[in-house]
């Protein structure tokens, strides 16, 4: 083989290692709504915008009261009157101990150790730290669960771990899921994916 055979197949390594990382397929599950808009382009050009909607009537109402599955929403609305008066609820409603689940399918070179990164917030992003059994990574995919009251208590919509603020509104802002080098605090260049998360009670 001569020299310029060994320099050609070194790049060839090379440009294969170095494949551009990016997430393709991407699911939410355990959310009051989720949806993806299309701003513009096709196929892999495509540029893309994650919205995810968390609403929530409180613990007491309808069945939204007593014990609550951690993988799925509740109906709040079964308990409000058909008729008089007007009313807010939420038929898929979330719930403090729900756990937003996110699957990122990731392809190219991960980290040597790479470990589920969650953060918050797009000025000062703040990371949302998660149990070790909220979190895998297998062949490339990537599934996080987030416990909603974690995300209600970074916006002190948390009172007494139940979602509830002092005053009823809501938040939106950044959620952004990813993998991570460790225990870093920085996503790993294309394996992340911002999502814009908006909350009502």
Not at 36 to 52: F, L, P, Q, R, S
Not at 123 to 129: F, H, R, V
Not at 173 to 180: K, N, P, R
Request: net charge negative.
């Amino acid at each position: 083989m001569t020299l310029k055979h060994i320099l050609l197949f070194s790049f060839s390594l090379l440009a294969m290692k170095t494949a551009s990382a990016t997430v393709k397929d991407v699911s939410v599950e355990s959310a009051t709504a989720s949806n993806v808009i299309i701003d513009n382009g096709t196929g892999e050009n495509a540029v893309k915008t994650y919205t995810i909607v968390g609403g929530y009537s409180g613990s007491s109402i309808g069945e939204c009261a007593g014990s609550l599955s951690s993988t799925s929403t509740c109906d709040a609305c079964t308990a409000l009157a058909p008729c008089g008066g007007v009313y807010q609820c939420a038929s898929r409603s979330i719930h403090p101990n729900l756990l937003l689940t996110i699957r990122l399918t990731l392809e190219g070179d991960l980290p040597a150790n790479p470990t589920a990164l969650v953060m918050w917030g797009s000025s000062t992003p703040a990371q949302i730290t998660l149990s070790t059994s909220n979190w895998s990574i297998a062949s490339g995919a990537l599934t996080v669960q987030i416990p909603w009251k974690d995300i209600c208590s970074k916006e002190d919509f948390n009172t007494g771990g139940d979602c509830i603020p002092t005053t009823p509104g809501g938040f939106k802002d950044d959620l952004t899921v990813g993998v991570a080098e460790g225990s870093a605090t920085t996503f790993a260049t294309g394996f992340s994916q911002k999502f814009t998360l908006k909350f009502r009670y």
